[in-house]
């Protein structure tokens, strides 16, 4: 059965450093998420991304955030400058095309890369 | 701002019984509803969804009801297995344009004893 995958499963950075963390898509999806937990808080939403570009993106996902698919199968999540704050557990996520069907919002996580920022 | 709650933090329940997880909602935009499982250190797992234009789903031995005027939908689970033991989150999508964002409840663990 097709899965999203996620590298690396734990990144451990110094604060204000880059980090860019890596997605694959399940193949025939369009749309494609970025999503994280803080430990011990609910999956917030960071952005969507639709035909090369971003669809939606909430008030977390500031200036030092970019996402970018630089391929036709990778979709990746920068973030510039790390802060302290930004330890959480990243998912990404992929769904077909839900403009056309509704349940083709069903969206699919990844296993989540770990972000560790010392 | 707590668009999606799930009040219950926890739920225990033996094995071969029902079990059900409740979720309410705040935002009437919501039109999609969906169930997700979560084991740790994985990520969710979608299980279940409904549109707001149905009152219940069912899928095995998952079934899913929505009361749209309560802005209230549960998860039943018949009958529970050991193998349910899991963090439950229950998330929603508004309608039309690029709203597709899922808004997340903070998740109910579910522990099924043998």
């Known amino acids: 059965e097709p899965e999203v995958t996620q590298t690396p499963s734990h990144q451990v950075t110094q604060m204000g450093q880059e980090v860019i963390l890596r997605c694959v898509p399940i193949?025939?999806?369009?749309?494609f998420y970025w999503y994280r937990q803080i430990l011990g808080q609910k999956v917030e939403f960071l952005v969507s991304?639709?035909?090369?570009?971003?669809?939606?993106k909430s008030e977390i996902f500031d200036d030092q955030f970019s996402v970018e698919r630089p391929d036709g199968s990778n979709f990746t999540l920068k973030i510039r400058s790390t802060k302290l704050e930004d330890s959480a557990m990243y998912f990404c996520?992929?769904?077909?095309?839900?403009?056309?069907?509704?349940?083709?919002?069903?969206?699919?996580f990844g296993p989540g890369t770990r972000l560790t920022v010392l | 701002d707590q668009q999606v709650k799930q009040n219950s933090p926890s739920l225990s329940v033996q094995e071969g019984r029902i079990s059900i997880l409740n979720c309410d909602y705040t935002?009437?935009?919501?039109?999609?509803f969906l169930w997700y499982k979560k084991y740790p250190a994985e990520g969710p797992t979608f299980l279940i969804s409904?549109?707001?234009?149905?009152d219940k789903n069912e899928d095995g031995r998952f079934t899913v009801f929505l009361n749209k005027s309560a802005k209230h939908l549960s998860l039943h689970i018949v009958p529970s297995q050991p193998g349910d033991s899991a963090v439950y989150f229950c998330a929603a999508s508004g309608n039309g344009g690029s709203n597709y964002k899922l808004t997340f409840g903070k998740g109910t663990l579910l522990t099924v004893n043998p």
């Open positions: 409904i549109s707001s234009i149905k």
């Open positions: 996520a992929s769904s077909r095309n839900p403009i056309k069907i509704p349940s083709y919002n069903e969206q699919f």
């Open positions: 935002n009437s935009m919501f039109d999609y």
């Open positions: 991304f639709y035909n090369n570009e971003i669809s939606e």
């Open positions: 193949s025939n999806h369009l749309y």
